[in-house]
């Protein structure tokens, strides 16, 4: 192994050894949206003719842990280890900004692809979707989970205390997964929350994810995918650019 | 070409989060060079900049001005050569808790880009003491341990330059024993250290050459021989146990009833002893030894008038090397 290689082993390993609380709960969680949701809604909401609700909800639910997951894993192994001191360790490496970039976003996306195989397992049995467009699938689950991973690497560099971390979490990226169409399509919403949801890149993840279950989506999945790739290019420019200027890490 | 290089390294920063409020100089243009192969001690009161320099050399912080190089490598220009030429053990008690000791130095190794390197890691493991320890979770080790490791992990790389920060501090006697043998090994074979510490006694045993820092300031550079030469003084040592009059305390080194005063020859002895009786004071175990590290920092930080010749003979211009 390299060095940026040992370093994404190592923040993999990381995750694995305590997988019972960055694996297993996610699944569990979302098991229990889908008991939720799936079993209150599933009459009342119709969103698109030949889909149950269930079946609707399992690549929103899929698709949502990806995300939350992919940005848990960067931001609070960079906020833990800051805290804790061990960062010392990476830092006194010759490792460069792109060799930190690839290894600690390659962790949250294999974390996220994780969790969501593990919520996609448990959940496919109260509604089986169809696969119309795999390739689709694995697109934007991976292009999703290595942008929420660099955003989880500017959180995580960001943040001098774990509170910070959690207003992060609390006020940014899970109002931007609720309100992201994991529920619902954003068709059935007032045309003003409608407009709101356009400028959320989240939603395109979501939506482009549940067209390759489907072949149906709110937008075209090349519309979304075009926005899906500025948006982890851009996120990744200033998470890259932060990790070379050393912000907050190297004084 | 020299093992480290500092050249005119200056590092100020705002006192205040919002960058307003007086800029504090943690280091002012501090200029000199390591060489390869030596013992080099750094000593320096808390909050004299020797931290902030190894930082800079470290790569954790950055200078203001000036420049650092290990081995001829910039520091910032040449950062992944200069950081392999380098081992670190940091002041902080650190630690990865999701590894075992074998599992932390494997990665560490593997930072390095260094494959298959358990016969160093078994050969670090059983000269530090840490070989029953090797597959027990960093969690579980006690200080000492702890800071067993951070020593094997600043050495996996096999650095040519080795920085200890304050190694010793708050660790038992057979640890700082194990420590010594182990890195002065190291630097027979050929390693450069800097040591920075604040048991001067194992400064003055080991390192061949001291510098001394001050208010970000190097006020003292020069072989430990020649600073101890320079403090020709011998010190009169005895306890006491009442209060000492104050014109003589302000002359004193008291650490709780032992009281010390520096003294040139024996005239100054005899008077010390003379103004002791004249108080009215009995001194107990009375003894003349000679001046050592010790005396010879505090002389240098605190410039007391009586001991100029001292602060003068080890000043930079004259002695640096």
Redesign the interface.
């Known amino acids: 192994?390299?060095?940026w290689?040992?370093?994404l082993?190592?923040e993999t390993?990381?995750f694995w050894?305590?997988g019972f609380q960055t694996v297993g709960a996610p699944v569990l969680t979302a098991v229990l949206y889908m008991l939720i949701f799936g079993h209150v809604l599933q009459d009342q909401v119709k969103v698109y003719d030949q889909v149950s609700y269930t079946a609707f909800l399992v690549p929103g639910l899929v698709m949502m842990s990806v995300l939350q997951n992919a940005f848990a894993n960067s931001s609070s192994s960079l906020i833990q280890?800051k805290i804790?001191?061990?960062l010392?360790?990476?830092?006194?490496?010759?490792?460069?900004h792109w060799h930190w970039f690839f290894a600690y976003v390659g962790s949250s996306v294999a974390r996220g692809l994780l969790v969501g195989t593990g919520v996609f397992a448990v959940t496919v049995f109260f509604g089986q979707p169809a696969f119309v467009a795999p390739l689709w699938i694995v697109l934007f689950a991976v292009l999703g989970a290595a942008m929420l991973g660099a955003l989880g690497v500017i959180a995580g560099l960001w943040s001098e205390k774990f509170d910070q971390m959690a207003a992060f979490q609390n006020f940014v990226i899970m109002p931007m997964t609720f309100l992201s169409g994991v529920f619902y399509s954003i068709h059935s919403l007032p045309p003003f929350w409608q407009k709101v949801s356009h400028l959320n890149p989240f939603f395109y993840m979501i939506d482009g994810f549940r067209y390759g279950f489907f072949g149906v989506s709110d937008v075209s999945p090349w519309l979304s995918l075009g926005i899906v790739a500025t948006a982890l290019l851009v996120v990744s420019g200033v998470a890259v650019n932060m990790l070379r200027t050393?912000y907050k890490i190297?004084? | 070409m020299p093992a480290i290089s500092f050249q005119s390294v200056s590092k100020t920063y705002s006192s205040t989060r919002n960058q307003t409020g007086p800029i504090v100089k943690a280091l002012d243009d501090v200029s000199f060079d390591i060489q390869q192969g030596e013992f080099f001690g750094l000593l320096g009161p808390n909050g004299a900049g020797k931290t902030s320099l190894i930082s800079i050399l470290a790569g954790l912080s950055r200078a203001s001005s000036g420049t650092v190089k290990v081995h001829g490598s910039d520091v910032l220009a040449d950062y992944a050569s200069a950081r392999r030429k380098l081992g670190v053990v940091p002041q902080e008690l650190v630690f990865d808790p999701f590894f075992s000791v074998r599992e932390a130095l494997r990665i560490q190794s593997g930072y390095f880009g260094i494959k298959h390197n358990d016969d160093w890691i078994d050969e670090l493991l059983v000269s530090l003491g840490l070989a029953d320890k090797a597959n027990a979770n960093m969690r579980q080790l006690s200080g000492g341990m702890k800071r067993r490791v951070l020593v094997a992990q600043a050495l996996v790389h096999k650095p040519q330059v080795i920085v200890l920060d304050e190694p010793t501090a708050g660790v038992d006697v057979e640890l700082r024993q194990t420590l010594w043998q182990f890195i002065a090994k190291l630097n027979k074979q050929g390693s450069t250290v800097l040591l920075t510490t604040h048991y001067l006694e194992e400064a003055e045993a080991l390192c061949s050459r001291i510098a001394m820092l001050k208010q970000g300031r190097v006020v003292a550079l020069a072989q430990t021989s020649e600073l101890l030469k320079a403090a020709s003084s011998n010190v009169l040592r005895f306890k006491i146990d009442s209060e000492l009059p104050a014109h003589l305390a302000a002359q004193a080194r008291i650490t709780g009833r032992i009281v010390q005063f520096p003294a040139h020859n024996a005239n100054e002895i005899e008077q010390y002893l003379a103004a002791i009786r004249e108080a009215g004071l009995v001194a107990e175990d009375v003894e003349i030894r000679k001046a050592d590290l010790e005396d010879v920092f505090l002389d240098v930080m605190n410039k007391k008038p009586a001991n100029e010749a001292v602060a003068v003979a080890v000043d930079l211009e004259k002695v640096a090397t």
């Not at chain 1, 010392?88 to 460069?96: E, G, I, N, R």
């Open positions: 192994m390299t060095g290689q040992t370093l082993y190592k390993l990381r050894k305590v280890s804790m001191g061990s010392v360790f990476v830092l006194l490496t010759p490792l460069s050393g190297r004084h």
